[in-house]
């Protein structure tokens, strides 16, 4: 399984966007040029956040991108399943049935898919205790963010 640069990029979007001041926005290109990321690429995730209902876009002069909930409600699953889509991780295509040569009636429950469900039962789990908040706790605790909140400044419209 290889996860999309898209994944990352949004926690650092919903990052950046959590330390606006109230009712102010971010535009695409400052956010992909901050992260150094293809702007075109970085426009497309943020559309899937949008959708998710992680960011509010707003349209106009002033337009941009803004948090549409707080840190403390986004966990790294919410983000996972706006950037990578809500389907499994691992969908099984029943090739214990071709590796027997058997019947698939007879084959449940398939030793290989339960443990694959295991494993993204566990990722889950584990992704779903991760949040935001959590995350920018760590970064304050461990880093100077002064340049970025200057950055900020200047660019919040």
Not at 7 to 13: G, K, L, N, T
Request: with cysteine; glycine share 4%.
């Amino acid at each position: 399984m290889k996860i999309s640069s898209g994944w990352e990029q949004s926690i650092y979007v919903l990052l950046i966007l959590s330390r606006l001041p109230k009712g102010k926005h971010i535009n695409s290109l400052a956010l992909s040029q901050r992260l150094h990321v293809s702007h075109s690429y970085l426009k497309k995730t943020i559309k899937a956040l949008v959708r998710e209902g992680l960011v509010k876009s707003a349209t106009g002069k002033s337009g941009g991108f803004s948090l549409a909930v707080p840190l403390a409600e986004i966990d790294f699953y919410k983000i996972f399943k706006a950037i990578e889509g809500p389907e499994k991780v691992f969908a099984s295509q029943h090739l214990l049935v071709k590796f027997l040569n058997k019947d698939k009636a007879k084959l449940e429950p398939c030793a290989v898919s339960t443990a694959m469900n295991n494993l993204e039962d566990t990722l889950i789990t584990t992704m779903n205790s991760m949040t935001l908040n959590t995350m920018m706790e760590q970064i304050q605790e461990n880093y100077d963010v002064e340049d970025l909140e200057r950055w900020i400044q200047t660019v919040a419209k």
